[in-house]
């Protein structure tokens, strides 16, 4: 098979590493993809958000497989594209269509997706910019701290917690009544606060069966301690030592057993992955947040730990036969160390050139932002590589991802020494 996974980081080249794993691949494609995926397969120059484009590129190289890595073109709705066009139809999608997109799309469309189907969730308000002054008194009634999330794709920066409630009107007055992210802020859903520990729990659907991949744990702060700005991600741990058989149960039966059924109740066929977003509030999962795609880092620490064949895998969700399809998972430790540009998540230089790659032997290397220019492999995005390392413990695996991090070089270079720290 021919297959093309849409994306250009460290995500995407975990799915095309694994895929090119496969019995049954036949060329891989990767569109925009990054040095990294080049080594494996073939990149494609393509704007992500043209469908014509991939249209094209699908055509032109028989491809019989897509598997999108990022939100927008989902939520943009490529997978309804596909299947209202004549030669596109019969090509399998993996992600969902734009209606079940809308989960990471819109928090309030996640919100109420959860109130009726009874999913645990801290309560919440839905406002806009006519309902700004109830918005305002709702503040009120609340005790700090105060979440207030845009309702739209905010590039991870629309969700803001507050301690004092003048400065969470004000924040509330920016967001819908200044445009302060945009379109994505035109609503404001106003949330109780959770306190607990996060986690990251994966499920791949065909839209009646699903299969939950294992946990993972990620460190989105940029320093230490996680203090400091929000990032993409700067690490990620599976398995999540504190989910044991007993939470893991309150998982599936409260949680994903009725995301699925709801999506079926709902009328939203669902092809790919939920990234449920959860904390652990005492003993009680609730959901933070609903994505509809794999996380990026935890894909690095997800896959390497699936023993089966990727492509089979995905062909059981195309067919809808996931449920005949046995998950072999390696009990071993994965740990992710994600090495960031200097500056990053601020602003950052780009194009810098890496030297050392060739020297990582213990980890597996998978580039989140680079690319070849003249020969040479320089850095493109602000998380630049990602370095994946399996060991019987955590401390054992990350002691070889740390260990090759020190051996990738370009100026400027950061990662974190505490992944896992808290557990
Ligand atoms: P989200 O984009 O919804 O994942 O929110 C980003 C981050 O904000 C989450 O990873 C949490 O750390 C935090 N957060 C979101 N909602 C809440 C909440 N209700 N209570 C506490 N923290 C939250
Ligand atoms: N690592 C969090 C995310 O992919 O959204």
New binding site residues.
């Given amino acids: 098979m021919n297959v093309l996974v849409i994306g250009s980081g460290g995500r995407e080249h975990t799915f095309a590493w694994k895929l090119s794993q496969s019995k049954q691949i036949n060329k891989l494609f990767v569109a925009p993809g990054n040095a990294g995926t080049a080594n494996i397969g073939t990149n494609l120059t393509i704007n992500i958000s043209d469908f014509r484009a991939i249209k094209n590129a699908v055509i032109g190289n028989a491809i019989d497989m897509v598997v999108v890595g990022p939100e927008a073109p989902l939520v943009d709705g490529i997978h309804d594209f596909f299947l209202a066009d004549e030669d596109l139809k019969n090509i399998p999608v993996i992600g969902p269509q734009k209606r079940a997109a809308t989960l990471e799309g819109s928090?309030e469309f996640a919100k109420e997706f959860m109130q009726r189907h009874k999913i645990p969730t801290?309560q919440y308000k839905a406002f806009t910019s006519e309902t700004v002054e109830e918005g305002f008194r709702f503040l009120e009634s609340m005790s700090p701290p105060y979440?207030l999330?845009a309702d739209g794709l905010a590039a991870?920066k629309?969700?803001v917690?507050l301690n004092n409630l003048e400065e969470a009107q004000k924040e509330l007055e920016e967001m819908l009544l200044r445009s302060k992210f945009g379109e994505a802020s035109h609503t404001v859903v106003i949330?109780?606060?959770?306190?607990g520990i996060?986690l990251s729990c994966f499920v791949l659907t065909d839209g009646d069966n699903y299969q939950i991949l294992p946990f993972a744990k990620d460190y989105?702060r940029i320093g230490e301690g996680d203090t400091g700005l929000?990032t993409g991600g700067m690490g990620a741990v599976s398995p999540v030592p504190f989910v044991d058989g007993a939470f893991r149960r309150k998982i599936e039966e409260q949680i994903v057993q009725p995301t699925v059924e709801g999506l079926k109740k709902d009328g939203m066929p669902y092809k790919g992955f939920i990234f449920i977003?959860l904390?652990k509030v005492e003993d009680q999962p609730k959901v933070?947040?609903y994505n509809v795609r794999m996380g990026d880092p935890e894909t690095e620490v997800v896959l390497p730990r699936i023993k089966n064949d990727l492509l089979e895998v995905f062909q059981a969700v195309a067919t809808q036969k996931l449920n005949s399809l046995v998950l072999e998972i390696d009990p071993r430790t994965a740990v992710t160390v994600m090495v960031v540009s200097g500056g990053y998540p601020g602003s950052y230089q780009k194009g810098v050139e890496i030297t050392g790659l060739e020297n990582v032997k213990n980890a597996t290397l998978f580039h989140a932002g680079t690319l070849t220019r003249e020969g040479k492999v320089v850095t493109n995005g602000g998380r630049v590589i990602a370095l994946t390392s399996l060991g019987d413990t955590m401390h054992e695996a990350l002691q070889k991802a740390y260990n090759d991090a020190t051996l990738v070089h370009f100026k400027g270079k950061y990662f974190r020494k505490d992944i896992g720290f808290d557990l």
């Fill in positions: 928090k801290a979440v999330k991870g629309g969700v917690i949330e109780e606060f959770l306190q996060e989105k929000n977003g904390i933070i947040e």
